[in-house]
């Protein structure tokens, strides 16, 4: 109801809504309607009663092990606490839903995730990273045929963040990020925004930018330029939307054809050029 726009109506659905709360039911589905209660909260600008509420539907759906509703739960609370300003509470709660839905393969919460933890890294100074986030949850709302909501947009800042993170980096380097995020897959997704590694600093690479001998395909060279930086087989495959798999053999041949030993020897190269 929320989601599509009726909000006349919500004040008389919370009120059917607790006091089918006050009745028998399972826990699932006191679950379900305890978090759309919170939700309405969120929309009347109620945001201690909704953390409230949140908090205590968290307690529920883990005792019940329902990973889908603490999922859900765990979101919603999440996006409550970075609307209070406590951005380290806020992100803790979304890394964890984030997880939880990488684990379930559930692409439609991850979705929301992908474009949550895309705020989150704006919020950080982060822009790149929430670029290639924001960029990766638009293409898969395209792919699934869905759309952010007035809710969802009313209560995220997310077309004030967006300005803000667009207009803190240069044309080209937001589009290159953009576009990096609409070619990840929806587990590409979701594994990049919970890496651990540090964006903030570091523009979208330049891989020609210190060229390594002709023996290299143009791919390797740009995997080598990353290896060169220190990146993860798994960083490396995010960035340049591979598999491990693919990076993996890159970097083996990469190796191979320069007579090289290791991925130290081949950051060592790049310097010495």
Not at 12 to 18: D, G, T
Not at 219 to 240: C, P
Request: glycine share 6%; hydrophobic share 40%.
């Amino acid at each position: 109801m929320l989601h599509g726009g009726y909000r006349e109506r919500v004040p008389a659905f919370v009120e059917e809504a607790e006091a089918l709360m006050q009745g028998d039911l399972d826990g699932h589905a006191r679950a379900f309607l305890r978090m759309t209660v919170a939700s309405a909260a969120m929309e009347q600008a109620d945001l201690e009663s909704a953390v409230a509420q949140l908090e205590e539907n968290l307690i529920l759906c883990r005792e019940l092990d329902d990973l889908r509703n603490t999922s859900m739960s765990l979101f919603v609370l999440g996006m409550a606490e970075l609307k209070r300003d406590d951005l380290d509470r806020g992100a803790a709660l979304l890394e964890e839903g984030a997880r939880i839905t990488r684990e379930l393969g559930d692409r439609l919460a991850g979705v929301y995730y992908a474009w949550a933890l895309g705020k989150v890294a704006a919020l950080r100074g982060e822009p790149v990273r929430a670029a290639r986030l924001w960029g990766a949850a638009e293409a898969l709302r395209e792919y699934m045929g869905m759309s952010l909501s007035q809710f969802d947009l009313a209560h995220s800042g997310y077309e004030q963040d967006l300005a803000n993170a667009r207009s803190s980096l240069d044309e080209r380097t937001w589009t290159v990020a953009w576009s990096e995020g609409r070619a990840m897959s929806p587990e590409q997704a979701i594994e990049y925004a919970l890496s651990a590694e540090d964006t903030s600093l570091r523009a979208v690479p330049e891989p020609h930018v210190a060229p390594l001998p002709d023996p290299l395909t143009r791919r390797e060279q740009e995997v080598a330029f990353l290896v060169g930086q220190g990146l993860s087989n798994r960083r490396i495959a995010l960035e340049l939307t591979l598999s491990e798999h693919t990076v993996h053999h890159h970097v083996t041949n990469i190796l191979k054809k320069l007579n090289l030993t290791s991925r130290e020897q081949v950051a060592s190269r790049l310097r010495n050029r």
